[in-house]
């Protein structure tokens, strides 16, 4: 029940927060590659990363966890 929660938190999530996210997590890519891919500074990777996290904890009711 939980990974079916956090799959729909993934569903949620639009643009680039979806396709870093997606890269990291279900194609196993590296933040470097991502950011090459996708032209953008690594440290930018990371933030969205982080920023798309937030945003799926907070949906799944994990703020404080």
Known sequence: EDWL???EAVS???GRE???VSALFF???APKDVAAE???DVSHVYRLRR???AR???WL???GA
């Open 5 to 7: 929660s956090a799959s």
């Open 12 to 14: 949620r999530l639009e």
């Open 18 to 20: 979806a396709e870093v």
């Open 27 to 29: 194609e196993g890519k």
């Open 38 to 40: 996708k032209k953008l």
């Open 51 to 53: 920023s798309a996290i």
């Open 56 to 58: 799926m904890r907070m």
């Open 61 to 63: 009711g994990l703020e």
